[in-house]
């Protein structure tokens, strides 16, 4: 065996093994989370309100705050955002200033770490709007976060539908709305949802801004004036104020649930608006 | 040769030139086009022949830019003229594109696509109206039994019957083609070539091609064009026996292409 070919055999051992760490680490944290938090979760745990601060009782209210919070800033981004992408890839002058504008807007918005959302809503929701610490506060803050990622990926599934579709509805005398109503955002919609799911990836998992804006409280949240604790802040107080290291892991193995039941649910209703519209 | 009454005036193209920002892609071109005739464009590739077509159903003006100058008459009626309604306009006048292009939905729902859209809900009107569109697209002994199975599992051949099928539902004057058989194997094509003189009957068609023999087979008129110039039109049988111009006959003739 020559030198060179212990190289390549080397190297692709080295990648082999890169591509496995992947692998090995997600099963790493998600058995250390299932192993230390499975003792937790009973039904009693999941169905019961939490009592002395977390230490007794269950996590009911953070699981609805963390649902409430979530479907709302949903809601409130969804629409917008596939507006605009709707605006942007098929009404707006691709070259015009604006359009430029709004893109560089979301790109930078990106960016911007939650700290720094959670400080805006802060300040202008729940002080300046006197909104108060509360479901709405948060979920406006979440629905700005996840804003510039439902347009991103809304714009790249408006995109990719063939051309030739659209000038094949125009052909036939529809308007250019009825074309993006009939055409366009049904053969968009897988799209559209894979930017759904990775925005309720960030929404679900956010906690810095939530702490500003919607609270820690332990309540029940029923109107969207009322604070909520969701189930991520609630595991971040768990940990950091040491009140129970087996139910912050109890909530964490929740919370991983939660995020694929959500995953499930949005890929479904999608698929069944985009069947409705078609 | 054989005869040809003149029909009437379908479609005038008058002095008509396009412009795509400051490339001018036509250059006075006028034409008559007859109704119930196949009229076939040809020349090579970057010719106009295609953008000529466009400005026939004000399709150009989807590309920012374009600018077209002249007029177009549609049964005597200007369709340049800022109180034409394009969407009417589309409706009379109807495309087929190169390549097939099914809307991801069932056969039924690609056909009854254009009437929804001009407001028909009845469903039997739209049974009624689908059936007989894939029918006179002879599509309908093909896709009877699977209408609402998805378009997009039908063959080439039948999609592009399809699309054709789903611009007669929207019951328009003037079919506009554009190479519908380029993407075609030969069997298809013949098919499609058989369609077009059965469509003739009832519709005005305009037909862009590639292909020489195909605008031999199909067309009652021809025009050639060159480098943005409408160079001959003419009766097909005389334009291919007897061309007028050197430049006509060297294209004809495979001397360049």
Request: neutral net charge.
């Amino acid at each position: 065996m020559g030198l060179a070919d212990v190289k390549e055999k080397a190297l692709t051992g080295l990648f082999w093994l890169s591509a496995l760490m992947i692998v090995g680490v997600l099963v790493l944290i998600i058995g250390y989370i299932i192993v230390n938090g499975i003792s937790a979760i009973d039904l009693k745990f999941i169905l019961e309100p939490p009592s002395r601060a977390g230490k007794e009782g269950g996590i009911s209210t953070t699981i609805v705050g963390t649902l409430y919070l979530t479907v709302v800033s949903l809601l409130l981004s969804v629409p917008v955002g596939v507006a605009s992408a709707v605006y942007l890839e098929e009404y707006a002058n691709p070259n015009s200033r604006f359009a430029y504008l709004v893109n560089l807007t979301a790109e930078t918005m990106a960016g911007i770490p939650s700290i720094i959302f959670g400080l805006f809503g802060f300040v202008f929701f729940v002080i300046f709007l006197n909104m108060g610490w509360s479901v709405i506060s948060g979920s406006l803050t979440l629905a700005i976060m996840i804003l510039p990622t439902i347009m991103r990926t809304s714009q790249e599934a408006i995109k990719a539908v063939a051309p030739e579709l659209r000038e094949n509805s125009l052909a036939l005398g529809a308007s250019k709305w009825q074309t993006v109503q009939r055409i366009v955002l049904p053969s968009a919609v897988p799209g559209i949802t894979t930017g759904i799911i990775l925005s309720i990836g960030r929404a679900i998992g956010e906690t810095a801004a939530l702490i500003l804006t919607a609270g820690s409280s332990l309540g029940m949240p029923i109107n969207l004036s009322d604070p909520a604790r969701s189930m991520a802040v609630h595991l971040y107080v768990l940990a950091m104020e040491g009140i129970s290291m087996e139910r912050a892991f109890g909530t964490a193995c929740l919370l991983i649930v939660l995020i694929v039941i959500l995953n499930f649910l949005a890929n479904w209703s999608m698929r069944r608006l985009s069947r409705a519209a078609g | 040769m054989t005869s040809l009454n003149k029909n009437k005036v379908k479609i005038k193209s008058q002095d008509v030139e396009v412009f795509y920002n400051k490339f001018q892609a036509l250059y006075e071109i006028n034409m008559d086009v007859e109704e119930n005739r196949v009229t076939a464009l040809i020349g090579p590739s970057g010719c106009g022949k295609s953008t000529f077509l466009r400005t026939l159903n004000r399709l150009n003006e989807l590309i920012p830019g374009t600018e077209v100058k002249g007029q177009v008459f549609l049964d005597g009626q200007p369709i340049y003229s800022r109180d034409v309604d394009v969407v009417a306009l589309r409706k009379k006048v109807g495309m087929v594109f190169q390549k097939p292009s099914v809307f991801p939905m069932s056969i039924y729902d690609n056909v009854a696509y254009g009437p929804r859209i001009h407001g028909i809900k009845n469903k039997y009107d739209l049974d009624s109206i689908v059936h007989n569109s894939l029918q006179a697209a002879n599509l309908w002994d093909e896709v009877s039994d699977r209408l609402h199975s998805p378009a997009a599992r039908l063959s080439g051949g039948q999609q592009q019957r399809l699309v054709i099928a789903r611009v007669l539902a929207v019951n328009p004057e003037v079919i506009l083609m554009d190479e519908p058989a380029s993407a075609l194997d030969p069997i298809s094509t013949s098919r499609l070539e058989a369609l077009i003189a059965e469509l003739k009957e009832s519709y005005t068609i305009v037909i862009v091609t590639h292909n020489m023999q195909q605008a031999a087979r199909v067309s009652d008129y021809t025009g050639f064009f060159l480098n943005g110039y409408l160079v001959e039109f003419n009766r097909t049988d005389e334009l291919f026996v007897n061309p007028r111009d050197k430049r006509t006959e060297d294209y004809i003739t495979g001397r360049f292409g």
